[in-house]
């Protein structure tokens, strides 16, 4: 058979379902045997929303995301797309097509080298040279792309390759000499940090994405409440954690929740589990768990190190170390230290303090009805910008996996893209895709993909008519000199969902919220709900730039 | 502080490229990089000169490591070690002062490869800090031209 049919089958092989695409020249053979296959292609309307949308779809599946692009600006506009799922650890498998082999490097016709493009945002890349090559290559990729830490990797397949004959079989067992994860953490590692753990006093555990990657969520659970510790979790770790357990406490880091933000600051151990001491996470990094000894468990070595010197190191996965601890660890109990961290927790002087206007619509008060609303099939995804975190610190997944975003990149467009490959995901599933003005219009063109797959999904949009998060940043560090950051082109949001058929909502006063919700939840029906908000309000708390995380500003007016 | 690196990888395609970029994007600072094939023609061998501190090179060797085609990473630094480099210099040298100059070629225990009316080729191996005297004692003599090959390094005895 030909090199795409072998291809096409491959993917069939690894049991992928659905891809995401736009073809275009270099691929018209891999469409011609995509049209043959049980593979259903989902036209998206760029090819940035199609990684997106695979990125979503691999959130949700838990195996690889696959999109499709041309060669040239096809490739190029997968790039944002792939950095993001590169950033944030996601699973996902690009194929591209390439110019044929024979004028690969004269600056073809959409030639472009993809390969060295995407070298620094793919965990690994290929350039096929034959066709018997693609099995293998095929096996490779999507094992690569889900084992360890998971990433995206690429297959450029230049077009006479292609076409032209494959007779391997596709193999039974990989074996990559250089590609060996480590699974198992290091047993006296292990019972270092149990030693530690059973000493503490005032343990605190912060945990990542690492932890949904690994399908840890319930022995996480079973492990803080072994240790009697609190939770802290990194944007890419909500839904790591049921959050109706008191030992919750939000997320952690510059817009992070008081008591995660101080109890992280005071603990004595501080256990990370799947997390990297990311920048925004840690502000000031020698004023982060200063007072702790960290542990630090991740399946990546090179993230060990890299940003703090842990006391322990643990080398695997997540759900397996936590098993092995939990064979040595004694049943704790904090009593002082857990009523210390509750009197951390938010109060009314804290993020719910609202201005004095009731009526006065704002992100916060839609996105804790939204919390409050919400069921075991809701899965909310959001943009990048203010909306994102008031949505973390507000939105409570009931849900595993029930709350995604880019955090790694903080990719302005991914919501709605993420939505779409959520819902093909998940078709029982409720999709929240919540937005704002600025990054709604980055991607808005996948509502005609939303519209063509019969997807209901929910388009909750905050219009304050500005780019709200820079704006805040120009408050706070440019002495409120603002500028490029309204949006006065902005259309008719309600005309334009109107015109893909969408349901659509306005709201603007907070009477409105739970009625709206309730009908968008229930209404089965792609639906736009327009949120009319100020641009006045900024998310709180805030952690200033070069300050340590419990000198936050709570409110309007805190100092 | 200088550590030499010597890593194994598959002999494939783009492996440089991906080794150098990696390099250059989280600014580590190569001194020098040898490649070539081993005693498996699917394998090569590069030798990496990184000047770094402890926890520069344990990141370095990490983020290597992270390549699918690296197989195996040493930081030879610490053990007994030969290492190699081989110099080419073209020396600008007429007759009335050829002499001389072969005479420092004789102290360095290197050879003359070329010589033309005007200049002279001088091939040398050694390490490092005896192919930097060699080339000083050279520059009086007007040094056209340098070749270096980068550090070769192997570890004494078996293991």
Redesign the interface.
Known sequence: MKGSEALIKCLEYEGVKTVFGYPGGTVLGLYEALRHSSIHNVLTRTEQGAAHAASGYARIAGMPGVCIATSGPGATNLVTGIATAFMDSIPMVAITGQVPKSIVGTDAFQEVDITGITKPITKHNYLVTEANQIPQIVREAFHIASTGRPGPVLIDLPKDVADSECTAKIPGQIDLPGYKPTIKGHPSQIKLACKILNQSKKPVIYVGGGIVHSGAEALLLELSERLDAPVAVTLMGKGAFPYKNNLYMGMVGIHGCPAANIAVCNCDVLLAIGARFDDRVTSNMPDFASNAQIIHIDVDPAEIGKNIIPKVPIVGDAASIIKDMLKCLNQASHPEWLAQVEAWRPTEQGVYYEGKDDEALTMRKVLHQLSEMTRDNVIVTTDVGQHQMVAAQFYKARRAKGFISSGGLGTMGYGLPAAVGAQLASPESIVFCVTGDGSFQMTFNELATASAENLPIKVLLFNNNNLGMVRQLQKFYMKENYYSVDMPGNPDFIKLAQAYGMETYTMEHTGQIQEILAEAMDNNKATLIECKVSCEEMVYPVVLCGRSIDEMILFKGDK | MRHTLSVL??NK??VL??IA??FG?RAYNIESLAVGTTERPDISRMTIVVDADE?EI??VM??L???????KISNITEEEYIERELVLIKVQVDAAKRSEVMQIVDVFRARIVDISPNSLIIEATGEQKKLDAIQEALRTYGIKEIVRTGELAMVRGLK
């Open positions: 990888v598959e395609a783009g490229a991906k970029g990696l994007r926890r344990e990141q990490k983020q490591h992270k390549v699918i085609e690296v197989l």
